[in-house]
């Protein structure tokens, strides 16, 4: 019997945790205060419904007027980190690793976050199908990353962003994935990791905008065919001396996820990374400015190139 109590007793520790959550992001976005209570306490002291009382109220929160949620920053060196939500109770929590960082400090990340839902006409107009990429059917947030053109912040190469959240789960194959969009422009897929705790969904950066979380459902070889035509017109942008060698390694990578030669796939992108990094700074721009007055377009190949292999490797294990 002492196991089964101490099982329960985790269960109902794990659900009133959820409540708390929930309570605040009714708070925040205005959400009617008897109705989140009820709710709420249905969740928390009826435990076989525990799971589906949660998600209702899940959903209804997430239907409320999207609002700003209070975000914390903390940065030095080439290391930020965000907290979304209340300090106690993340909701989420994201962090940024640059390689090569300058003048970053919490005012010039200029990081924002807020709740969005499926209601969201000018969120709506800017995913290409939300029939094949659906909002989650738990909590959306939208990461806003804007560094302020006065803010001093820069950086040469790449960067790394982690999305840890508790509000979704993971499993093996996840069809979960980091989107990226400009202010105002289409989202588009930047995944190269999902990895458990609960979720913990990573990207790497060349510059910033907006991030989100979806579910993709499209087929992953269309998902391949996207990512290669992205890098394809971001090589056409480079000086002519550079543009050969990296489209014929796209044409190589292209052509063994044909034959499904995954292996040869990889290595043709790995290839073209390779070749971007090595090339990079000297003979490929690599450096981001938030006065926009500079592009950084080895940081933007390779970002490109390590979603790509995500994909690829993606189709090899799991298929369409």
């Known amino acids: 019997m002492r196991p089964m109590l101490r099982t329960h007793s985790r269960s109902a ?34 435990p076989k419904q525990n799971t589906a009382a949660l998600a209702d109220t899940t959903a209804d929160l ?5 609002a700003l949620l209070p975000v914390s920053v903390s940065a030095s060196g ?13 909701l989420l929590e994201v962090s940024l690793d640059f390689q090569d960082a300058t003048g970053l400090s919490p005012s010039s990340l200029g990081a924002s976050a807020r709740l969005v ?53 993971y499993t093996q194959g996840s069809s979960l994935r980091v989107f990226k969009a400009p202010l105002l422009g289409p989202f ?37 065919d996207e990512k290669i035509g992205w890098l394809r017109n971001h090589v056409a942008a480079l000086p ?30 790995d290839a073209f990374r390779a070749r971007v990094q090595a090339r990079a700074g000297q003979y490929i721009a690599n450096e981001w400015r938030a006065t926009h007055d500079v592009e950084n377009d080895a940081g933007q190949l390779i970002a490109g190139a390590s979603t790509l292999r995500f994909s ?6 799991y298929g369409q």
């Open 240 to 269: 002519v001396s550079e543009r050969a060698p990296l489209d014929t390694l796209l044409d190589q990578a292209d052509a063994a996820v044909d034959a499904a030669d995954y292996p040869a796939a990889i290595a043709a992108v």
């Open 117 to 169: 839902n499926p209601g969201d006409a000018g969120l709506l107009a800017r995913l290409a199908d939300l029939n094949l990429t659906p909002l989650t059917d738990t909590l959306n947030i939208l990461v806003t990353i804007e560094p302020p053109a006065n803010g001093g912040l820069s950086f040469r190469g790449t960067g790394r962003l982690e999305i840890h959240t508790h509000l979704l789960p």
């Open 78 to 90: 080439n290391h930020a980190e965000m907290q979304v939500g209340e300090p106690i109770l993340p």
């Open 62 to 66: 997430t239907q409320a007027a999207a």
């Open 13 to 46: 520790s794990r659900t009133a945790s959820w409540g708390i959550r929930l309570l605040c992001i009714a708070l925040l976005t205005g959400a009617s205060p008897l109705v989140s209570a009820q709710q709420l306490s249905n969740a928390v002291n009826s």
């Open 188 to 224: 588009r897929d930047v995944t190269d990791e999902i990895a458990q705790g609960s979720v913990r969904a990573r990207t790497t950066y060349g510059g910033f905008s907006q991030f989100l979380i979806l579910v993709d459902l499209r087929p992953t070889r269309m998902v391949v």
């Open 312 to 317: 690829v490797a993606y189709l090899r294990d």
